[in-house]
């Protein structure tokens, strides 16, 4: 029998919450990948952990990606065997790897590589056959390249298997800061590069404009294949992982890269919710990071009151052209006079988004706990409360019992603690304090009004 599930509400004058309605689009996801025929949730923006993930476009078959995938050594019964985001998963790590696959340069060994003499050699772990070599050809789009070019550059590529998960492990410890704006992450990304072992830098993926002035996201392969740059101990500055990635927009990334590859005890950068982090997870990352040990610091701000403030004045302040866009909130500006808040729905809504953005990180931290994955919470409020304790906690889930790292005489606790722009407490510093009081008395948000030692009217 056939069974379609819909997500109605219960009444008609109300709106469903919002976990419900998660739990039942996650439920249509899982009916229509099943192949059920209808559902009432939009597959288009099909939701798993409250993230927009399109099920059918990432895992379909077809494209020279998959023709890599069997060229290195993936079989359609594997295939088979695997659900729909494993698919997608893979998708994405195959697209990453034939595009730095295209963009190779042929060595001296490859173009006098002998492909009689591969075949034969004892040593070889399995033999090319012609049907991978074609499916291989065809993946590359180069149909005029010579046999023995194409065996040796399929040997290559065939090394690191049809999972990816035969990356060597380098000496270095990889490491992400999975967060969200004005959580204090530029902050905490300064202190960590302080330490003599650590290297952390901003956010690599951040979207830049081009020169019609229109902001251009990181494709989901090329962020794959940024992070196989990280993690691969053989990579080196002086040996780009392709040229694909010599475009200005990701020069930030080349930075990152050659401060890695110089850095042996840990590299790591700071991955807003913003760019791209929901759909990455759910395809790709969280396996990445279970099957490569990579660090997973999940930065909160629990006083969501303070960062609606914080946020609304960065806004502000730009607007007035005290700080650009992309200025650090710790390092901006004085502050400007006292300045009213939105009341009503609109600080609601803003002080609900979020909460939710911090559920979110719980939700991913929940997931990859239960997949063995490496995982710290950590909250501004820790960080301003005992910054010494906190860094050096942080420092140590980071380093964990790394034998190369010397720190010799550093401290967090030598360090200054460094500037705030707002040290006040609230009612301090917003005007209309006693209307955000009146509209957040007897809402879930009414426990935050004092949390920072403001007074109540």
Not at 28 to 37: E, L, S, Y
Not at 126 to 153: G, M, S, V, Y
Not at 209 to 236: C, F, M, Q, T
Request: charged share 25%.
């Amino acid at each position: 029998s056939v069974v379609a599930c819909t997500a109605q509400s219960s009444s008609p004058t109300a709106a469903p919450p919002k976990k419900v309605m998660r739990y039942f689009a996650a439920m249509c996801c899982a009916w229509v990948a099943a192949g059920g025929q209808t559902c009432s949730v939009d597959m288009k923006n099909c939701t798993h952990h409250n993230s927009p993930f399109d099920v059918s476009e990432h895992a379909r078959v077809d494209g020279p990606w998959f023709d890599y995938w069997l060229a290195v050594g993936g079989e359609t019964k594997t295939w088979d065997a695997m659900d729909d985001h494993q698919r997608a998963w893979l998708r994405v790590e195959m697209t990453a790897r034939l595009a730095g696959a295209r963009h190779a340069e042929v060595t001296v060994t490859q173009r006098k590589f002998s492909l009689n003499q591969w075949l034969a050699s004892a040593k070889s772990p399995e033999k090319l056959n012609e049907a991978r070599l074609e499916a291989f050809r065809k993946a590359l789009h180069k149909k005029n390249i010579k046999t023995d070019e194409l065996a040796a550059r399929l040997k290559h590529e065939a090394k690191l298997g049809a999972t990816g998960t035969t990356l060597s492990q380098p000496d270095r410890r990889t490491f992400l800061i999975l967060s969200f704006q004005r959580t204090g992450s530029s902050w905490l990304t300064e202190e960590l590069m302080l330490h003599p072992c650590i290297t952390c830098r901003e956010e690599v993926f951040l979207k830049r404009h081009n020169a019609s002035n229109l902001y251009e996201h990181w494709p989901e392969e090329s962020k794959y294949r940024a992070l196989v740059g990280l993690i691969d101990g053989n990579i080196h500055a002086t040996t780009p992982l392709d040229t694909g990635f010599y475009l200005e927009k990701y020069s930030g990334y080349n930075k990152t890269r050659e401060d890695c590859a110089a850095a042996p005890q840990a590299c790591g950068f700071k991955w807003m919710v913003s760019q791209g982090v929901p759909k990455a997870w759910d395809s790709w990352f969280l396996r990445m990071a279970v099957d490569h040990d990579i660090g997973l610091v999940f930065l909160h701000r629990t006083n969501v009151l303070r960062r609606y403030f914080s946020a609304y004045d960065k806004e502000r302040r730009i607007k007035k052209k005290h700080v650009s866009a992309g200025g650090k909130g710790h390092q901006a500006a004085p502050r400007l006079p006292d300045f009213p808040l939105p009341v009503g729905s609109a600080l609601i809504k803003g002080l609900e988004e979020t909460y939710e953005l911090n559920e979110l990180l719980d939700e991913w931290q929940a997931e990859a706990d239960e997949h063995g994955a490496r995982t710290l919470r950590v909250s501004f409020e820790e960080m301003v409360a005992d910054k010494s304790r906190a860094l050096k906690s942080i420092s140590k889930f980071i380093l964990g019992d790394h034998p190369w790292c010397d720190a010799g005489k550093f401290s967090y606790e030598a360090l200054d603690e460094g500037k705030r722009v707002h040290n006040h407490p609230l009612s301090d510093n917003v005007t209309n304090w006693k209307d955000v009081v009146k509209t957040l008395k007897g809402t879930m948000f009414e426990k935050y009004l004092t949390m920072d030692g403001s007074r109540l009217p």
